[in-house]
C-alpha cells in the first residue's frame, strides 16, 4: 500500500512539472509587463506628482458639489466617497502583492519536482538526465525569487505613492470642505443682516 501511494504521489508531482513550469514563465511576463506599467506611472508622476488627485476631483466635481451643498452631513459623505476612491487604488496592488507571495512558492515548487527526478536518474545512473534537472531545478529558484523581489520593490514604491496621493486628497477634501462651511456661514450672517435692516 505505501508504494502504491510512493508511485501515485511521484507520478502526480510528474504531472504538476509542465503547469509549474508554464507558471514560472507566465510569472516572468507579468514581471516585465509590471516593470513596464511601473516605469510608465513614474514618468507620468514625475511630470504631474498629483495628477491622480486631480483626475479624482475632477472626475466627482458634480458629487463633490452636491456633498457640500445639499448634504446634512457632508464630512462624512465626503470622507465616505474619499475613501472609497482610496480602496480602489489599493486594490491596484493586488496583483503585485499575489506576485510577492506566489513567486518564491512556485519556484520552490519548480525546483524540488526537478531534484526528485534529478535522484531518480541518479539512481539509475544517467548523468546527463540528472545534470539536466538540476539547472532547471536551480533556475526554477533563481527565477521565483527574481521575480518575488522585483514584484516586492516595485509595491514599496508603489505604496509611497499612493499615500501621497491619499494624504493630498484628504487635505483637498478637507479644504474644500472648510471653504463650504466658510461660504454657508457667510451666507447665513448675511441673510441676518438683512433680515435685521
Not at 21 to 26: E, K, T, V, Y
Request: proline share 3%; net charge positive.
Amino acid at each position: 500500500m505505501a508504494a502504491f501511494i510512493d508511485r501515485f504521489l511521484f507520478q502526480l508531482t510528474e504531472l504538476l512539472h509542465v503547469p509549474v513550469l508554464w507558471a514560472l514563465f507566465a510569472m516572468v511576463v507579468w514581471t516585465l509587463i509590471g516593470i513596464g506599467i511601473f516605469l510608465r506611472t513614474g514618468m507620468v508622476r514625475i511630470r504631474k506628482p498629483k495628477e491622480a488627485v486631480h483626475a479624482f476631483f475632477k472626475q466627482h466635481e458634480g458629487e463633490i458639489k452636491a456633498i457640500l451643498t445639499e448634504s446634512p452631513y457632508p464630512d462624512i459623505r465626503l470622507t465616505e466617497l474619499v475613501r472609497s476612491w482610496e480602496k480602489k487604488q489599493n486594490g491596484r496592488l493586488d496583483n503585485i502583492r499575489f506576485l510577492i507571495k506566489t513567486g518564491p512558492s512556485i519556484g520552490l515548487v519548480g525546483t524540488l519536482i526537478p531534484m526528485g527526478k534529478a535522484l531518480a536518474s541518479l539512481s539509475g545512473g544517467d548523468m546527463t538526465a540528472m545534470s539536466g534537472n538540476m539547472l532547471t531545478a536551480f533556475t526554477s529558484t533563481i527565477i521565483g525569487l527574481v521575480c518575488g523581489t522585483i514584484a516586492y520593490l516595485i509595491s514599496l514604491k508603489w505604496e509611497k505613492w499612493l499615500h501621497a496621493d491619499f494624504l493630498a486628497c484628504e487635505v483637498e477634501a478637507e479644504t474644500r470642505l472648510r471653504m463650504a462651511d466658510s461660504q454657508q456661514m457667510d451666507t447665513a450672517v448675511s441673510s441676518v443682516y438683512n433680515q435685521s435692516l
